[in-house]
């Protein structure tokens, strides 16, 4: 039984950051992702918390650099806010989708980078 919850865990955050990813295409399946994180937040545990904790900040953190860099593209600069948005969300996504697959937990969920 516990092995099973363990996989249903892993699968869960495994989606998760598929729907961020897919998120750079759509927008909207990364909000699906986010509500989902905050809907199994109280289920899971250990290594999986620490995913959720990242992918909830990870996506609240990203929403205001790409909010930012909207209103800022006004003034040119905004480009370079989205473009390292991307950079810095891809990271966090990568890192935490290795991660997840080799059942470690995130070192630090809530750190500013990576």
Do not use: N
Not at 41 to 64: A, C, N, P, Q
Not at 67 to 87: D, K, P, Y
Not at 98 to 104: C, K, L
Request: aromatic residues 12%; glycine residues 8%; contains cysteine.
């Amino acid at each position: 039984m516990r092995d099973e919850q363990i996989e249903k865990d892993r699968r869960t955050i495994l989606l998760i950051y598929i729907l961020y990813f897919i998120g750079f295409a759509t927008g909207i399946s990364a909000a699906a992702g986010v509500f989902i994180a905050h809907d199994k937040k109280s289920e899971l545990s250990g290594v999986w918390r620490s995913h959720v904790d990242y992918l909830i900040r990870t996506f609240w953190l990203g929403l205001m650099m790409l909010v930012a860099g909207a209103v800022l593209s006004i003034v040119l600069i905004g480009w370079l806010v989205i473009f390292v948005w991307t950079i810095w969300t891809l990271v966090r996504c990568i890192k935490g989708i290795i991660a997840a697959t080799e059942d470690r937990p995130i070192d630090d969920p809530q750190t500013l980078m990576w």
